[in-house]
Structure formats: C-alpha cells, structure tokens
C-alpha cells in the first residue's frame, strides 16, 4: 500500500511541475458537480450524498501519458463543494477529461480513457453500489474565452449510472374471505415464514467502450449486451441464494388509488447483470427460482378449522417481460398468495395453495410493466 502511495505522489508532482497555472487561486482550484441515479442498498435520487465519496481519472493534453489526477479520492468540502483533499489546480491552456467511479478504492475496476474493465466481482461479497459515470471531455478553465473547451470553472459534471440491477420481491393474498351459497363464511390468514430467491449469478465482469469521442461535452460508454440484446455481465457459472424470513401476514387490500396493496418479503438486494434461464429450452429445467414457505389458517364461521405449513413452494423466475436482470434496472417480483386452488373447494382435504407472480420491472427511474404467470 505504501508503495503504490509514494508512486502517485512522484505523478502528481511531476505533473504539477509542467502543468501548474500561472496563478493557483481558489478560483481555479478543480472542483467537480456530481449527479447520481448510491446508499448501501443503493443511492437513489439524483444527488450523491454528501457522506460518500468517489475516485476521479483525468486525463490532460500534454502531460506524461495523459494521466493527470490518477485515481484521486474526491470529497464534499467545509465550503459545499466536491474537490479532492489535495486541491488540484486547473493547468494553463489545457483542455482535460474527466471519470468519476464510486465506490473509491474498488480493486475490481481497471480505467483507460477509452474502455472501462470490471473483472472478477462478486456481488454477493460486495453488496455495495457500483457506479461509473459519463465522461466529461473537454474541460478547462477558461473565464476569459481565450481557448477552446468547456468552462468548468463550476465544477466539473460527474453523471453516475448503475453498473449492477437489483431485484425486490412483495407479495399480497389474493382473498381472505369467501360467504358461500348456504351462508358458511370461510376467512383465510396468509403468513410468509421465508422467502428464498436462488440459482442465480454471483460472480462476474463486464466491459465498457467509449461511446464516440467528441472533443467537448459529455459522452456516454457503451454497454456490454449479450447475442439477445440484454445489458448484462459476463459469469463465472459460480450462483448463491438470498433469503428472508419476514413473517408477516400477507395483505389483500387496496389502497385509495384502487391499487392491491403489497408487502415486502425481500429487501432490496444488488445481482450481478445476467440473462435469466427459460426452463422451457432447457434438456433438464434450472434457472433462478423462488420459494416460497408459507402457512395458511383457515377458519369457519369464526372458528379456526386448520392451520397448516407449505414449505419449498417454488417457481422459475423468467419471464417474457423479463428475460434479464439488466443493467441500471430494479426488478420488484409481486407475488400473489391464492389460499385455495383454482376449482378446488374450501373443506381441509381439498385445498392447495397457489402462488402467482405479478411482476413489476423498473429501472430506477420507475418504469413499469405487469404479468401474471400460474406456480
């Protein structure tokens, strides 16, 4: 660690020596304006927060190898700006570019100005955030308009984009009371025990090539896709599980907008970007599943005529609407709990309970799209 330390700092002064501007002010110290779609679940929201921080590549026109901040930890300041520790001052007539990545430090991620390279990530060991931004080409300091380039006296803009997806799973029960003709009333409680979502990625890398490369502005990275389209990672073959045991009773309501009312059974967890197995065009059905373990008490006129488990109710997660965990993509799963079978009756020997999925998909601007598919 010492060594790679004292190895920057020989860059910095070296670069600083041939590229210092002639009057190093506060006015052209480099600061930078970020924007962001993390916390430890994620940031959401369009700003990062102030609490974190994030590294910064720049490259420069003239200096050795081009690299000017090498990798350089960027932190929110006492006076409201986001700048490195060490102030970095805007060079003399040189046009520079800029990429910002969070979390700092990550070992997974390798960085050239054109192509960006995560390899060997494991997502479950991580579950943190991974980020990189659009590359901000072209920036100098320049408030007389003697040269060409893009003032970025006001900061210099990090726009950060999700590298990995996220998948949530809420359910809700499709009904808990039934009068039948001759007037018995039937009432169900639906309770979720655990909840598991398995066989999926855990472990894998991706790369990222520089979309074109205009001289000024903001330019965005292209991102990798498999032979069907799908914005994903490559993997290892290595899969986990996640679990939960929430317990809780599953709702059947509506809200006052008239929307069914869910749960959360799952928090929120990041997954590698991957494609996800249609069981169908398998020789012998795999593919990411969730089980489901639940018990269900039914009552009779009041009185509670049984109470019973259903273990390792499980079901494949693919679906058309959702043929991959995709970059930059929330995945919220709702399932929907039936107490009874469809054609089958409410006495004790002749009910099943049966799981639907009713699945949302949005990317963390919240787009969404449903279908139901029978356990």
């Known amino acids: 660690m010492k060594k790679t330390t004292i190895i920057l700092l020989v860059t910095l002064i070296a670069l600083a020596a041939c590229t210092k501007t002639e009057r190093q002010t506060a006015q052209s110290a480099i600061s930078f304006q970020t924007a962001a779609l993390v916390t430890r679940a994620g940031i959401d929201g369009p700003e990062f927060p102030t609490q974190e921080t994030f590294g910064v590549y720049a490259w420069a026109e003239g200096a050795d190898d081009g690299l000017f901040m090498p990798n350089v930890e960027i932190i929110y300041s006492e006076d409201g700006q986001w700048k490195p520790a060490t102030?970095?001052?805007?060079?003399?007539?040189?046009?520079?570019?800029?990429?910002?990545?969070?979390?700092?430090?990550?070992?997974?991620?390798?960085?050239?100005?054109?192509?960006?390279?995560y390899s060997n990530y494991d997502v479950e060991a991580t579950q943190t955030d991974a980020m990189y931004?659009?590359?901000?080409?072209?920036?100098?300091?320049n408030p007389d308009g003697t040269y060409a380039g893009i003032d970025g006296s006001k900061?210099?803009?990090?726009?950060?984009?999700?590298?990995?997806?996220?998948?949530?799973?809420?359910?809700?029960?499709?009904?808990?009371?039934?009068?039948?003709e001759d007037g018995s009333v039937y009432d169900w409680k639906v309770t979720v025990n655990s909840v598991t979502v398995s066989d999926f990625y855990k472990k894998g890398g991706a790369v990222f090539t520089l979309a074109d490369e205009p001289t000024e502005g903001i330019v965005e990275w292209i991102k990798p896709q498999d032979e069907d389209g799908?914005?994903?990672?490559?993997n290892d073959g290595a899969t986990t599980s996640i679990s939960n045991d929430p317990g809780v009773v599953l709702p059947t309501g509506k809200n006052e907008d008239g929307e069914y009312i869910y749960v959360n059974v799952l928090p929120e967890f990041f997954v590698l970007p991957q494609a996800i197995i249609d069981p169908e065009k398998e020789e012998t059905p795999r593919g990411q599943k969730v089980t489901l373990d639940v018990t269900i008490t039914t009552s009779l006129d009041g009185e509670v005529l049984i109470n019973e488990r259903h273990a390792l109710r499980s079901a494949y997660?693919?679906?058309?609407?959702?043929?991959?965990?995709?970059?930059n993509y929330r995945t919220i799963y709702?399932?929907?709990?039936?107490?009874?079978?469809?054609?089958t009756g409410p006495g004790p020997d002749d009910y099943r309970p049966v799981i639907t999925f009713d699945p949302a998909v949005a990317d963390w601007d919240y787009r969404t799209v449903t279908t139901t598919i029978l356990l």
Request: charged share 15%; hydrophobic share 45%; aromatic share 18%.
């Open 87 to 117: 102030p970095y001052y805007w060079p003399n007539k040189v046009i520079i570019d800029f990429f910002g990545y969070y979390p700092y430090g990550m070992s997974n991620l390798s960085v050239a100005p054109d192509v960006l390279t």
């Open 133 to 141: 931004s659009s590359k901000a080409a072209g920036y100098g300091y």
């Open 230 to 234: 799908n914005r994903v990672w490559t």
């Open 317 to 327: 997660l693919y679906l058309d609407e959702i043929p991959a965990w995709q970059i």
């Open 334 to 343: 709702r399932l929907v709990v039936y107490p009874l079978g469809p054609g």
């Open 155 to 180: 900061g210099v803009p990090i726009i950060f984009h999700h590298a990995l997806g996220k998948v949530m799973v809420e359910a809700r029960a499709a009904y808990d009371h039934i009068v039948e």
